[in-house]
Nanobody
Framework: VQLQASGGGLVQAGGSLRLTCAAS????????IAWFRQASGKEREGVVC???????LETEAAKGRFTISRDDAKNIVYLQVNSLKPEDTAVYFC??????????????????WGRGTQVTVSS
């Protein structure tokens, strides 16, 4: 199983990005998928997750700004991030669970991780 996050970059505050989580050797549907982020010097934290039945759980910080979605035909999960703030600067990771039920945002509930993508928001 290989996951790869991409789509990060440098953006001004208020801008948007669409992050992509692609998988090889693994169908993202029907698994629970989550996006995490890790800022420099901080713990990795969950942002938003989507279950195999498309239930979504997100943090308060993500509500209204971050949207997770699936494209089953492309075997991709997206994270649309809008109204970016400097405090959103972090490496963003996607993770997959072996299970399809809602797994939440605890990093230890996800078995498969890919390399992250850097998001930098300038003020």
């Amino acid at each position: 199983v290989q996951l790869q996050a991409s789509g990060g970059g440098l953006v001004q505050a208020g801008g948007s990005l669409r992050l992509t989580c692609a998988a090889s050797g693994f169908h993202l549907r029907p698994h629970s998928i989550a996006w995490f982020r890790q800022a420099s010097g901080k713990e990795r934290e969950g942002v938003v997750c989507i279950s195999g039945t498309d239930r979504i759980l997100e943090t308060e910080a993500a509500k209204g700004r971050f949207t997770i979605s699936r494209d089953d035909a492309k075997n991709i999960v997206y994270l649309q991030v809008n109204s970016l703030k400097p405090e959103d600067t972090a490496v963003y990771f996607c993770a997959a669970s072996r299970f399809s039920g809602m797994r939440g945002l605890n990093r230890y509930d996800y078995e498969y991780w890919g390399r992250g993508t850097q998001v930098t928001v300038s003020s």
